[in-house]
């Protein structure tokens, strides 16, 4: 008895011990292959700098499409692992039935969904979106972004994949004390405001925005250096005037001195405007004085125009029925559709990006690592200039043989010590901040001024992701808010994007064909068995015992 007794309260004593060191102890283990709900140290540097609460609430609550409970699940699960680390992180769900239009004035569109259930088809409208609130601030995290998906299966696996980067981004930027200075250069006939508003107004969230002029260079050039090296990011968006010697040698000690660089850039004059409302215009080359400058960094934009027969729609005018014009879209090979690197986190899963009457990049050997970020397809054909561009051309019925030009490149990412173009030869204006090299850097440059502007509608800029008369969508701004995000990227976020996940997707056809099967197998057939084992075991007990 007393043995027993002595048992009993060791079992006791084990499981009061393991209760006790429950409470300073505390360990999760992650048994999924890709190691899904693994929190990257990027993730968890970020995490540790929150020291208040900071409230997530996800509209992924109430009655929506059974696959889709699987993004609701993913996102819960990944949120419980950032509450597990940093208990400030406070997560809420939320039904979004009884406050749609409070949701969309937000900017929480909703997405609208094809349903397939017992071999029928019907539509869904969901909110798959989170917003997210930190001291006085809150930002909006999109659950289901723009991507390549060949199926709604696999939107919702590249949805999975980028919710670590969706979430540590937006708790990066809104937890941050100080915001990265971003300088939109003007002076040199950039685009105006209002063509550049889509996607710089979302850039403005994360960061500040200011236009800087190099007028000023003519008369106080060191002055105008010193001021533009407090920014950390110069972008330069389509400039249509010349460069003076002095413009270029403050960008390039910009550069030098550890700034970052967008290059919106073309080379060729030629316009749609200016097509549309003509029926045809002269394409040539357009000289801004900056040859020298990338060469040096190891790129060249030709005065080629690019043709491909991968490429996106214009709308033109057919016909009237009555006194209504009737339009018809029409492949416009100068507008070429250009597919993203697939490894690279600026353009992973990206929706293909529209180029307008856009140029060719030459890549040049020298010390500096470079990224092609966007090609075309391989039926290009190259269109030297100057030459007359005639709308009435896209009657025309395209031959193979001649778009045999191969991959053409747009987008170049340039990374590591850039050589100023200006290190052996005369200064235009004599500076304390020359630099003939620079520490670890990032660049970019796209053949192409257009790739960043958006569209007019009623007077207001119309959504930089979609065209207003195709309505065809592209993945222009996922492009340049990334783009930006990499070049300010100091704590790795960009990375995250790399991640990849895959998910087992349930065979809709085959389950619908075999659900009988199925539906036996796992309801019915246990309880037979349940059923037989009780007939059986208690005739041999009546027969043991009788």
């Not at 989170?130 to 590249?158: G, Y």
């Not at 269109?383 to 191969?406: F, H, M, N, R, W």
């Amino acid at each position: 008895m007393i043995k027993k007794i002595h048992k009993i309260g060791v079992f006791f004593g084990i499981i009061l011990a393991i209760n006790i060191a429950n409470q300073y102890v505390y360990k999760r283990f992650d048994v999924t292959s890709d190691k899904r709900f693994t929190l990257s140290e990027t993730t968890k540097n970020i995490l540790s700098n929150i020291k208040k609460p900071l409230y997530i609430t996800i509209y992924l609550e109430g009655d929506f499409p059974s696959e889709f409970k699987r993004l609701q699940t993913e996102t819960r699960q990944f949120l419980e692992e950032l509450s597990a680390e940093n208990s400030n992180i406070k997560i809420h769900f939320e039904n979004p039935d009884e406050q749609r239009e409070e949701l969309i004035k937000k900017g929480m569109m909703p997405s609208q969904l094809t349903v397939q259930e017992e071999g029928k088809f019907s539509e869904a409208i969901i909110f798959p979106w989170a917003e997210i609130n930190f001291e006085d601030k809150t930002t909006l995290v999109s659950l289901l972004p723009n991507a390549i998906a060949t199926s709604q299966e696999q939107q919702l696996e590249k949805a999975i994949e980028n919710l670590s980067y969706s979430f540590s981004n937006a708790i990066h930027s809104i937890s941050q004390k100080k915001s990265k200075n971003v300088a939109i250069i003007v002076g040199n006939g950039e685009l105006q405001d209002i063509y550049q508003y889509s996607y710089l107004s979302e850039v403005a969230k994360k960061y500040k925005l200011a236009k800087f002029t190099l007028d000023s260079v003519a008369s106080n050039p060191s002055q105008t250096l010193e001021d533009l090296s407090t920014f950390d990011l110069a972008i330069i968006a389509k400039p249509t005037e010349q460069f003076t010697e002095k413009e270029k040698f403050t960008l390039d000690q910009f550069i030098t001195n550890g700034g970052k660089t967008l290059w919106m850039i073309d080379n060729v004059q030629a316009e749609q405007d200016s097509l549309m409302n003509g029926g045809k215009m002269l394409a040539y080359p357009r000289d801004l004085n900056l040859t020298d400058l990338l060469f040096s960094y190891g790129i060249r934009i030709n005065t080629y125009l690019i043709k491909d027969l991968y490429a996106a729609k214009i709308s033109l005018a057919t016909g009237n029925i009555g006194n209504q014009p009737q339009f018809q879209n029409f492949d416009w090979f100068f507008h070429p559709l250009v597919l993203g690197n697939p490894t690279h986190a600026i353009t992973k899963n990206m929706l293909p990006v529209r180029l307008q009457f856009a140029n060719q990049i030459d890549i040049l050997k020298n010390n500096l690592k470079k990224t092609v970020l966007l090609q075309s397809s391989v039926l290009t054909k190259k269109v030297g200039t100057p030459s007359i561009i005639e709308l009435q051309s896209i009657a025309e019925e395209p031959k193979e043989e001649d778009y045999k030009d191969g991959n053409q490149l747009f987008a170049i990412l340039l990374e590591g010590e850039f050589t100023s173009a200006y290190k052996n030869r005369i200064k235009p204006f004599e500076t304390s901040l020359f630099k003939g090299n620079s520490n670890e850097n990032k660049m970019i440059v796209i053949a192409d001024g257009d790739v960043g502007k958006n569209q007019i509608l009623k007077g207001n800029p119309y959504d930089l992701s979609r065209d207003k008369w195709t309505n065809e969508t592209f993945g222009n701004k996922d492009f340049l808010l990334n783009s930006i995000d990499y070049l300010l990227d100091d704590v790795g976020l960009m990375q995250l994007r790399n991640k990849t996940i895959k998910i087992a997707q349930l065979d809709q056809q085959k389950a619908y064909k075999e659900r009988s099967f199925w539906q036996f197998l796992n309801v019915i057939l246990p309880l037979v068995l349940l059923f037989t084992f009780g007939i059986v075991f208690n005739y041999l007990r009546k027969r043991k015992y009788s």
